[in-house]
DNA sequence: CTGTTAGCGCATTCAC
DNA sequence: GTGAATGCGCTAACAG
């Protein structure tokens, strides 16, 4: 493999100003210049990123730590991510700590032994070890999705206003009993959205039944029992609002199984939309995360934060978009 | 930032030594180890990859060349390529050439240049330049996704006995019309898919009627327009087989928009499976691609590539799962 | 405008 | 069982 060397004994120059030639790093006498490219060409050779990251201390390269990859999901936020990365010339590392918070600790040892210039990180639950360790070497960080630490660059959804936007649209409406299935407990995201729920009921002046905010544990086996239960309820809700993409297909099935039909025995709206939903049935009325934003906005903060270790910590709230669409009822004769 | 040298200085020891008992690559004895051990510990070393990776002339990475990283449809690919590369002690360099030609050829020799160990390579629709440049440098590559040349390591889908099967299920309700919407003209997935359509048609002593053979150009709009195409025929079909996810969704749009209700009036199958089928309406019959066993076995692929440089070309089709719903009608009343 | 040289952090050969 | 020394390919002073 042709090295600079070859291509300046080639060129009969130095090495130096075939490095400057490559990198426009120094005025070079145009005839010498073309040497120097001639020599390349003829040597055909390309440079070695790991000798320039060893030289200058950095690789050019972002670590992103995303789980459940598989996730369609996280799709648009890789997309996000990868192009505004390129654009700005860094390469993506990619791993997958699959939640594990021990595994999550390591690889991110990896990343750092790799020498990534920067780190994405959508946080297991239990992140602490992996923090630490990024904080303590200086790692740059920026938060994904899970936004926990304010004292970090983080960006993600805002949950507290679309929640209690879905209430609401539910609401007006005329609906006086929505029930809420909500996430794992303790996980910013569900106390946020939780917190939007009880928002969006006490300004349309609903009550707040304790029998209606039920766990679906984010999962879609346990939103299936849980929207079961509420269906079992005396007074069952005439409405339901479900708090990430899982747990609606979880309701969807429980309805079906239990023969509602959407909207026109019960509306249905949700957070989290899917791909190719309008060939749902019914179609689903939700509020979607603009992940694609997400993963653009995150790799700007890195970069910010890469370029300046001391400025302000930020969190940044996107806010998704509300898909209208059927599963609400609006269509429906009054 | 601990090098080397410092664990070495606080061990007492030489720089030798502590790569020895960093790599187990020479016998140590046990006490000197532990001083070493306890150095490390101490200056809170982390090993530079990247010094080790230019002594090494090795990366340990391997870069994944994957256009559309947001289609849903790759993330199973991508789990199963990250997995199976962690296993074995890789990580992952994601890029995306948006199926442009020029990109993906800047992308592959970005790739070189940062020394991966290999290549997994979605090719494009003119892979031509990426190509060359890979095999001029016989840098190991395996092709994913889409099958273009026997002469280098490859694996996909198996095409024709998949889309065959799907018109012999027709077939066998009693279907004699069956139309297919084939992907973009030329490509090889498309090529084998109408294989597999004329293939299923001689089997069941079917005619081949070239009314019935639409282009759907793998894209959603482009297959609506043909299945409309279809519905105006004189002797429309009675069922339809779609040659891929997007096509699918564009098939179901001109259903809809025609007032053709899927199975009652039409049946329709299809190649590719969607995340959360099961709430289409009606839920689609389809062949699923094995996307997550395509992709670890493309590493085992490159793993052995990169032991044995000299090793037979393998060309590896995996066979799609069958999964039936209700788009075929088979749950209809006869 | 150009060349010489000293590292970057580690693996590894050769000597002891 | 251990150490000294060389080189991986490149950048960046420094000198001219």
Redesign the pocket.
Known sequence: ?A???DVARLA??????V??V??G?????P???AQVLDAIRAAD?T??TV??S????RTTTIGLTLSAISNPYFGDLLLGVESEAARAGYTLLLVDPHEDPELEDRVVRQLHSRRVDGVLLAPSAEPGAALRYLAHRSVPTVLVDRLIDDRMDQVGTENVEAVAGLVGHLAERGHRRIALVAGHPGRATTIERVEGYELGLARHGLPRDPALLVDGHSETEAARAAVHTLLGLDAPPTAIVTANNSMTIGAMQALRDAGVEVPRDLALVAFDDFPWADLFAPRLTVVAQPFDRIGREAVRLLLRRMADPAAEPTTTRMVPDFVHRDSCGCGLPA
């Open positions: 493999m090295t600079m060397a009969g120059v130095s090495i130096a100003t490095s400057h490559l990198n790093t120094r005025a070079v006498r005839e010498t210049r050779y440079p070695n000798a320039q060893l030289a200058t201390a």
